[in-house]
């Protein structure tokens, strides 16, 4: 009995151990997946928000990590550190664009293209990466040549190192071709179409990546979805070229307010504050010094309006020619989406030129005015001689002079003509009255 009692423990525990065994195996086989969404462009503030996540993502061990992208594009610095970053992940890289609406633009392809797997939801496009400069123009010439040709040469490498589509790839560089999803996966542009991240995770399960051979093991993931946190969004906002022209401006504006009128302390608060922010931004995005050394000499112009009354608006006028021109050349050709917009220079440049011209006025209108204190404001001002022969003037005892050579007298009411230094020279103007 004895025997069989212990048979029948050790049955029990057999299968508990088996149960257990295959439940942490279940568990273990659970593949994790981190999912990035980025929903903005590509700069080096998104730039350390991808490649970090990418690092995240190969020292957690997760399975795979999936950029969900939707962006215009944005710079080519910056587009080139996230590619390297997905080239050299030991994880798999999966980019798909998402949601529907969503684009995969400019350096967005070269993103994409760089990526294990490059999938979209149906109702996205992708395409339209002709360099072009910051201002939004066509780059002229022989540098255009030589941007294209570069740029073509490593969108068409990424691609045929993944197998897709060379031909179309450089048809997207040098006459910005553009593809709805249906058509990019007939067109062999992307690995695949899926209408959620699910659904796309269960279809590349089992998938071997190229060229890198990597097998996904991505059906019932596990998600653990990253967004950029707030402290990312405000440096990325903040690196906006409209708001670095607009607090570089300001700031200097707060400066010459607070040099215009010593002691009101917040002027020059607001100025360094502003100014603090627009130094930020110059330093991260690619700043073109010709056009920054404009912008100096734009406010050096308008400053120097204010102690030469004789140029009657002329350096003015010259500050806003500089300003409108350095504003244009203020950061280097890099791509579309960082560059001043017109109307926001136009206006900056107005309303400084403007200001500087009114405060000349009112410095011309000052100089011309009437003094009003000192000695010289006495004259034609009324009077009494009191003791020792000081004239009580505005309530003010001053030395003083008949015009005449006529004595004063204590009582005497006198008128006053004019200054000697620090003397006064008076008329009589009454009758003498007692002290």
Known sequence: MTGGFLRGLLAILVVVAAVLLTGSTAQAATPHVLVVQFENDVNPVTQDYLTDQIRRANNGHYDA?????????????????????????????????SPDGSRAASAGVWIGQAADILAMAPQTNI???TPISLGGENIQSDLRRKVVNDAAASLVALAAAHKRNTAWAARAVRVASNLPARQALAKDVI?????????????????KTIPKGLVLHTAGAELTTVKMSFWKRLLDALIDPNLISLMLSLGVLGLVVELWHPGLIFPATFGILCLAIAFYGLDVLPVNWAGLLLMLAAFALWITELFVPVSHGALSVAGAACFIFGALLLFEPAGSNYHVSWGLIVGIAVAFSLFFVFALASIVRIRHRPATTGARAMVGAQGKVGR??????????????????????PGDEVEVVDTEGLSLVVRHTGTRMPA
């Open 65 to 97: 990590v999936v950029i969900e992208m939707d962006t215009p594009g944005g710079l080519s610095e910056s587009m080139r550190k996230i590619v390297k970053a997905e080239l050299a992940s030991k994880v798999p890289v999966v980019v798909y664009v």
């Open 127 to 129: 395409g339209s990466s």
């Open 191 to 207: 690995d695949g179409v899926a209408p959620s991240l699910p659904a796309l995770l269960e279809k590349i399960d089992g998938y």
């Open 388 to 409: 020792y022969g000081k004239v009580a003037v505005k309530g003010e005892l001053w030395q003083a002079r008949d015009a005449g050579g006529e004595p004063l007298q």
